[in-house]
């Protein structure tokens, strides 16, 4: 088990460990920087709970271990949203240039990942909702039945338009995925996990759970506090932080740490076939995949950093700048960018030699969390985040 998982080796020891002992808890939290793991094991530890021999290996025939590769099995359900499309689009390139069982995999595994929000499960009482995408649903799973492992894959030139379609329909779907994770699915799910499985656990992911809402949260307590006989829920969360002390209470934590430099080269030649040196990790190559031009990105995180510590420069923010960073596409990058910079800052390794206090910066790293945190729960104008953001950092540690 856990063969697909490139580094976090301590982690990996321990829940297999745990797994093997029967010691693993039935909730968990994987916390940890984005495109660390976190995703891949809890899938690996879902396949582990429902394979019917117990051993987990990567190619066991079991019909559990053959549903959770293929991310098909009726006991796994997921919840919160991902970088659907851009996940998408990088496997469905890797499986064009390679046409491989491997590069097969991949794909069929990112276009479910995001179809498992769409569960039948997840959207009783309002399917309608769910009813505006259902045509894409339907074309995206017949067109991904002719490219599943096993299947002999069309030429290039059918290959190239039937992941067309794909991508194409998937970026409408995804866009029906809401960011925050809704009170009414926590209860369904709830309801669900105290039905009878087919399987020998029922496992529950719920991916970037920093995001539920204050009444998604109180419901998700109810099965913490209680969680049915063979019912296991997997949180994952880049902001261990963000998630409210009374979950975190219930849960068992798993840190996933940053990756080295050496295994992201590993991630990315071995499973996106990538040998592309200017991508030095897998934030960078799906920055890239998303037409995020990652040296002017940080050219331009540079200039809002150095209006906010110029003390004799303007006290208002570069409209034309503010503009650029409130894209959509651009404006989460941006976060983590100056995140980035600021420790690097504080690391002194900043290029530019500054030096701050450490209270100053530990106030910037405070300012960005809640500009972020405003712009995922409460979905306010990216615009209006950054102006408010660049003030509260150009006036936190400056004299009264």
């Not at 549903?67 to 919160?80: C, E, I, K, Y």
């Not at 097969?104 to 959207?123: E, G, I, N, S, T």
């Not at 809402?213 to 994952?236: C, F, K, M, Q, W």
């Amino acid at each position: 088990m856990f063969e697909n998982i490139i580094g976090q080796a301590s982690v990996v020891d321990r829940l297999k460990e745990e797994i093997s002992a029967g010691t693993l808890p039935s909730s968990l939290l994987l916390y940890g920087t984005e495109y660390s793991g976190k995703m891949s094991a809890a899938l690996e530890i879902a396949r582990a709970l429902t394979c019917e021999r117990g051993t987990a290996e990567w190619n066991c025939s079991c019909r559990g271990c053959e549903a959770q590769r293929m991310l098909a099995h009726q006991d796994t359900v997921f919840l919160g949203p991902r970088y659907f499309t851009t996940e998408i689009a990088a496997c469905a390139d890797v499986l064009l240039r390679v046409r491989k069982t491997p590069a097969q995999y991949l794909l069929v595994r990112a276009v479910r990942k995001l179809l498992h929000r769409f569960d039948p499960l997840l959207w009783e009482g309002t399917e309608s909702k769910r009813g505006a995408v259902q045509t894409q649903i339907d074309e995206v799973e017949e067109r991904l039945g002719d490219l599943l492992p096993g299947s002999p894959l069309p030429n290039e030139k059918v290959l190239a338009k039937t992941l067309g379609v794909i991508n194409e329909r998937c970026v409408k779907i995804a866009g029906a995925v809401t960011d925050n994770i809704p009170i009414n699915q926590i209860r369904k799910v709830i309801f669900w996990a105290h039905t009878t499985g087919q399987s020998p656990a029922k496992v529950l992911i719920v991916e970037s759970a920093e995001r539920m809402l204050d009444s998604s949260r109180n419901a998700l307590l109810r099965i913490l506090e209680e969680p049915p006989r063979g019912v296991y829920l997997i949180l994952t969360t880049t902001r261990r932080g963000a998630i409210i002390p009374t979950i975190q209470s219930r849960l068992r934590p798993y840190h996933f740490a940053a990756r080295s430099s050496e295994e992201s080269r590993q991630v990315l030649s071995k499973i996106f076939r990538e040998e592309n040196p200017e991508y030095h990790d897998l934030r960078d190559y799906f920055l890239a995949w998303n037409d995020t031009d990652i040296e002017f990105l940080k050219r331009e995180t540079g200039r809002f950093l150095n209006g906010i510590l110029d003390s004799g420069g303007s006290s208002k923010p570069d409209d034309e700048l503010l503009s650029f960073l409130s894209n959509p596409r651009v404006f989460r990058p941006f976060l983590e960018e100056l995140s980035t910079a600021c420790g690097r800052i504080l690391s002194g390794k900043e290029e530019a030699g500054r030096s701050l206090p450490i209270e100053r910066l530990e106030g910037f790293s405070e300012a960005i969390r809640s500009t972020l945190m405003q712009s995922e729960q409460y979905n306010q104008s990216a615009s209006l985040l950054l102006e408010s953001l660049y003030y509260a950092m150009r006036k936190t540690g400056r004299p009264a």
